[in-house]
């Protein structure tokens, strides 16, 4: 399974991106998914995630301004960003618990390769 990350960019603040994340490969069960971001400096965070399809849980620094969303019949997750300001610039990455089919252990994590988002004017 591999995850690609899109949609990053250089926007002004104010304005709006939409991440995209897709998973490529088959026979598969997505548990969790979700955006992290790191920031020059500081640590990865969570930015937002959803478990099995349910209500989303986001960012204090993100609420009202994000919405993840994810459609699992494409495997794929997205991330409506508006509102931006600078201190949403860094890199975004996706990450992915799932089960293979037919594997009884415990889900593994998939990690996208991260996409760049700049809110600079």
């Known amino acids: 399974v591999q995850l690609q990350a899109s949609g990053g960019g250089l926007v002004q603040p104010g304005g709006s991106l939409r991440l995209s994340c897709a998973a490529s490969?088959?026979?598969?069960?997505?548990?969790?998914w979700g955006w992290y971001r790191q920031a020059p400096g500081k640590q990865r965070e969570s930015v937002a995630s959803?478990?099995?399809?349910?209500?989303?849980n986001y960012a204090e620094s993100v609420k009202g301004r994000f919405a993840i969303s994810g459609d699992y019949t494409k495997n794929t997750l997205y991330l409506q960003m508006d509102s931006l300001n600078p201190e949403d610039t860094g890199i975004y990455y996706c990450k992915f618990r799932l089960k293979r089919i037919g594997d009884f252990g415990p889900p593994q994590d998939y990690w996208g390769q991260g996409t760049l988002v700049t809110v600079s004017s």
């Open positions: 490969g088959s026979g598969f069960k997505i548990n969790t």
């Open positions: 959803m478990i099995n399809g349910d209500s989303a």
